[in-house]
C-alpha cells in the first residue's frame, strides 16, 4: 500500500488535475456529470482509506491471537493466525486495484481536457464514455473480490467463536469435575473467563467487519449506478448536440431555398420596365 508521504503527494497531483476538469464541464452547462465524475471518484478514494482502516485492525486481532497463543495450545489460533494473515493480503489486493481504478479517473479526466482544447466538446464527452467504460469491468472484479473477503471474514469469525465454544467447554469439564469431587452441582463458566473473554473480544471487530462489507458491496453497486448514469448523460448530449447540428443545417438549407426563390423571381423594376415599352 502507498505510504503516508506518497499518497499526500499522489492527491496534490490528482486534485489539480480534477480542479481543471471539473470546471471545464461546469463552463460546458455539465453540473450533473461533474458530480457524478467527482461521485465516483470520492467513493474510491474513501473505500481505499477504509480498507486501511481494516488491515489495521487485522493486525491488532493478529497481535490479540499472538497474546492468546501464550496460554492456549497452537492448534487453537495457529489456523486463524493464517486466515487473519490471508485477510490482510486480500484487502490489500483490493486496495491496490481502486488505486488502478482511481488512477484511470485522473487519467481520463487529463485526457478529456486535452481534448476539449484541441477537439471541442464532443471530443471531450467521447474520452470520457470510453474512460467510464474501462472502469467498469475493473468495478466488477473488485466488486467480487469484496464479496470474497467478506465471506472469509464471515468463516474466521465463526471459527473464533468455536474457539471460544471450546475453551468454554474445556472450562465447564475442568470445574465441574472439582465440584463433582466435592459433592456440588455442575456450573458453567462464564464467558468473562480469561480464555473464553479474551476470544469473544478478538471476534468483535471481526463481526463488525462482516457488517461493514456488506455496506461496501452495497456503495459499489451505486458506484455502478453512478457510471452507467454518466454514460447515459454523455450520451443523452451527445445526441441533444447531433439534434442540434441537424436543426442548424435544416434552417440554412430553409434560408438558401428561400435565397434562391428570390433570385428566380423578376425584378420589380425590369418588370415595370417592360410593361411601359410594350404599351409605347
Given at each position: 500500500m502507498e505510504t503516508t508521504e506518497q499518497n499526500t503527494k499522489q492527491?496534490?497531483?490528482?486534485s489539480d488535475v480534477l480542479k481543471?476538469?471539473?470546471e471545464l464541464l461546469n463552463q460546458q452547462n455539465m453540473k450533473e456529470q461533474s458530480q457524478d465524475f467527482m461521485g465516483i471518484f470520492w467513493y474510491v478514494a474513501g473505500m481505499q482509506v477504509q480498507l486501511s482502516a481494516m488491515v489495521d485492525?487485522?493486525?491488532?486481532?493478529r497481535e490479540q491471537l499472538s497474546q492468546m497463543q501464550e496460554?492456549?495450545?497452537k492448534p487453537f489460533t495457529e489456523k486463524i493466525m493464517d486466515n487473519v494473515a490471508q485477510l490482510q493480503e486480500k484487502i490489500t489486493s483490493l486496495s491496490e486495484r481502486l488505486t488502478t481504478v482511481r488512477k484511470h479517473l485522473v487519467e481520463t479526466a487529463?485526457?478529456?481536457v486535452s481534448a476539449f482544447k484541441e477537439k471541442g466538446k464532443a471530443e471531450m464527452c467521447k474520452v470520457v464514455r470510453k474512460g467510464i467504460s474501462g472502469m467498469k469491468?475493473?468495478?466488477a472484479d473488485y466488486r467480487e473480490r469484496l464479496v470474497d473477503v467478506m465471506m472469509d471474514y464471515q468463516k474466521t469469525a465463526n471459527q473464533i467463536d468455536s474457539i471460544g465454544d471450546e475453551l468454554k467447554q474445556i472450562g465447564n469439564s475442568v470445574s465441574n469435575v472439582g465440584r463433582l469431587l466435592a459433592g456440588k452441582g455442575t456450573k458453567e463458566v462464564s464467558d468473562e473467563k480469561p480464555g473464553v473473554g479474551l476470544t469473544r473480544a478478538i471476534n468483535?471487530?471481526?463481526k463488525i467487519a462482516v457488517e461493514n462489507l456488506r455496506k461496501k458491496i452495497d456503495a459499489a453497486d451505486q458506484a455502478f449506478e453512478k457510471l452507467d448514469r454518466l454514460s447515459d448523460r454523455l450520451e443523452a448530449g451527445k445526441e441533444a448536440e447531433k439534434g442540434g447540428r441537424a436543426s442548424l443545417k435544416a434552417k440554412l438549407s430553409q434560408m438558401k431555398a428561400k435565397t434562391d426563390q428570390q433570385k428566380k423571381a423578376p425584378e420589380p423594376d425590369k418588370a415595370k420596365t417592360k410593361s411601359v415599352a410594350e404599351c409605347l
Amino acid at each position: 500500500m502507498e505510504t503516508t508521504e506518497q499518497n499526500t503527494k499522489q492527491v496534490m497531483e490528482e486534485s489539480d488535475v480534477l480542479k481543471q476538469f471539473m470546471e471545464l464541464l461546469n463552463q460546458q452547462n455539465m453540473k450533473e456529470q461533474s458530480q457524478d465524475f467527482m461521485g465516483i471518484f470520492w467513493y474510491v478514494a474513501g473505500m481505499q482509506v477504509q480498507l486501511s482502516a481494516m488491515v489495521d485492525e487485522l493486525q491488532g486481532v493478529r497481535e490479540q491471537l499472538s497474546q492468546m497463543q501464550e496460554h492456549q495450545p497452537k492448534p487453537f489460533t495457529e489456523k486463524i493466525m493464517d486466515n487473519v494473515a490471508q485477510l490482510q493480503e486480500k484487502i490489500t489486493s483490493l486496495s491496490e486495484r481502486l488505486t488502478t481504478v482511481r488512477k484511470h479517473l485522473v487519467e481520463t479526466a487529463a485526457q478529456a481536457v486535452s481534448a476539449f482544447k484541441e477537439k471541442g466538446k464532443a471530443e471531450m464527452c467521447k474520452v470520457v464514455r470510453k474512460g467510464i467504460s474501462g472502469m467498469k469491468s475493473v468495478l466488477a472484479d473488485y466488486r467480487e473480490r469484496l464479496v470474497d473477503v467478506m465471506m472469509d471474514y464471515q468463516k474466521t469469525a465463526n471459527q473464533i467463536d468455536s474457539i471460544g465454544d471450546e475453551l468454554k467447554q474445556i472450562g465447564n469439564s475442568v470445574s465441574n469435575v472439582g465440584r463433582l469431587l466435592a459433592g456440588k452441582g455442575t456450573k458453567e463458566v462464564s464467558d468473562e473467563k480469561p480464555g473464553v473473554g479474551l476470544t469473544r473480544a478478538i471476534n468483535k471487530p471481526v463481526k463488525i467487519a462482516v457488517e461493514n462489507l456488506r455496506k461496501k458491496i452495497d456503495a459499489a453497486d451505486q458506484a455502478f449506478e453512478k457510471l452507467d448514469r454518466l454514460s447515459d448523460r454523455l450520451e443523452a448530449g451527445k445526441e441533444a448536440e447531433k439534434g442540434g447540428r441537424a436543426s442548424l443545417k435544416a434552417k440554412l438549407s430553409q434560408m438558401k431555398a428561400k435565397t434562391d426563390q428570390q433570385k428566380k423571381a423578376p425584378e420589380p423594376d425590369k418588370a415595370k420596365t417592360k410593361s411601359v415599352a410594350e404599351c409605347l
